[in-house]
Structure formats: C-alpha cells, structure tokens
C-alpha cells in the first residue's frame, strides 16, 4: 500500500474510531450516573407512590427523567444506543490489521522470532479465546460471585499480558489487550444487553411479566463495561508514550498494573 494511502486511511479510521468511541463511552458513563442518582431517589419515590427521578438542566433548559423498571405501556419507538458500539469496533478492528497485520508494528525480533503469519494468529485468538473465557466464566456458576469472577478475569489478563509480551512486540501486546477490552465491550451490548433488552420489550407489549433475570443481566453487562472503560482507554493512548509503557522493561507489569487501577477509578462512577 503506498505511504500516503496508509496515512490518510490510518487518519480517517481514527477519526471514525475516536468520535465513534467518545459517543459509546459517554452514552455509558451518562446511563451509569443516572442510575445511581436514580437509587438516591427511590426511597422517597416509593414514598410518594411516583417512579425514581432525576431533575437535570442543561443548555438553558430543565429535564426531567423517570426510571420505570416495569411499565405499562411502550411507545412505538426507541433508540436503542447499539450503532456507537458497533462503529468504534468496527473502525478499531481495522485499524489492527492496518496498523499492525500489514503495517509492521506487530512482531518484534528482540521479543521472538516468529513469523508474520503466526503472529496475526495469535493476535486474532487473543480477541476469540479471550471473549470466549469472558464468557464463559460470567455465564457460569462463577458469575454469581462476581468478586471471585472478577478477579480470576484480572488473573487471566496478568497472564495474558505476560505471555503476549513475550511473543509479539510490546506495542501490539498493549493493543491486543485493549483490542480484547473493546470486544468484550461491544459483544456485550449485541450479545447480552440488546437481545435481554428486546425480550423485555416483547413481553411488556404482549402483557406478560418479564424476566427480571434479563435486566439484572444486561445491567450486569452494562456495569462490566463501565469498568473496563478507563484501562481501555489508557491502552489505547500508551503508544503515545513507549518509555513508560510498552517499551519498558516492566511493560507487562505497567499494564497489569493500570489495568487494576484503572477499574478500581471506574468504581467512583457509581458515586451518585
């Protein structure tokens, strides 16, 4: 691929990918706060016979939102949040192979010297295997437990970064771990959180109760993603800064290690 094409595509998946990412991540970040405020009010909701609330004002304007965990009625309509995550996925797959699959950066000869084709291998069942674990894990008996399944899930990334830095560059270690983050991210708005969603949806309007199983699920799914949120971003902008990240004789480390603090700065978002 000739330099300047690889420039200007690398320029405008980024782009996509940046303003993608900031709608998806601040839609997050937006129903996550609201939600905590939504529990300071439930109390007094209760009280007064009325739904949880939250009063909001903004561009000179005042909102109002009520929480309804079983309503009535639905209108014909929703927006359903879904595009934004698709998009940033999408554009951020892209910008893998183009980056990394063709663009040189992902092996190293002082970390292996595996060839090109194992190492593409090896990055795209990083994203497989590692959403396949996710799964299964939180799907399983385990994800009742959510400290335990938690924390054997930050086990398997310590292990993951380990091993990666130790077979494909330092730079792409750090990208296919976040690459994994974002997977995870918006496999869990398509896979769990959008068709619990629907199923709600569908009994509401049929006039049968609802699972409340689903929307603890999907909230579930939702509060996962709030905090992979902050390591993911810190991945996404280390290559910016190779002597403190990948490039570090302790990069594995460096990354275990912002990873945790990371999701541990996520748990203030739940601060109403």
């Known amino acids: 691929m000739p330099p300047a094409v690889s420039e200007w595509s690398g320029l405008i998946l980024r782009w996509i990918h940046i303003l993608a990412g900031i709608y998806w991540i601040g839609q997050t970040y937006y129903f996550t706060k609201l939600d905590a405020r939504m529990g300071v009010d439930e109390e007094a909701a209760r009280a007064a016979g009325r739904p949880p609330q939250v009063w909001m004002v903004h561009s000179g304007s005042f909102s109002v939102v009520d929480k309804h965990t079983s309503p009535k009625m639905v209108p014909g309509k929703f927006y359903w949040f879904r595009w934004e995550a698709l998009v940033t996925w999408v554009s951020g797959f892209l910008l893998l192979g183009l980056l990394y699959y063709s663009g040189g950066l992902l092996l190293d000869d002082s ?3 595996i060839g090109l084709g194992t190492g593409v291998a090896i990055g795209l069942c990083t994203l497989v295997v590692g959403f396949t674990v996710y ?9 009742r437990s959510p400290r335990l399944a938690a924390t054997i899930s930050y ?4 292990a993951l970064a380990y091993g990666l830095t130790h077979v494909i560059s330092g730079r792409a270690a750090y990208m296919h771990v976040g690459a994994l983050f974002g997977t995870i991210m918006a496999a869990n708005v398509w896979m769990r959180i959008l068709p619990a969603t629907r199923k709600m949806l569908n009994a509401i309007r049929e006039g049968k109760p609802h699972d409340a199983a689903l929307a603890e699920r999907a909230k579930g799914r939702t509060i996962h993603n709030t905090y992979i949120t902050i390591p993911l971003i810190f991945l996404m902008i280390s290559n910016h800064f190779p002597t403190a990240t990948y490039g570090s004789d302790y990069n594995w480390q460096v990354l275990s290690a912002m990873v945790l603090v990371g999701a541990v700065a996520a748990k203030f978002v739940y601060r109403p």
């Open 135 to 143: 799964e299964g894990i939180w799907m399983s008996p385990l994800g």
């Open 155 to 158: 086990l398997l990334v310590v």
């Open 111 to 113: 970390v292996s010297n």
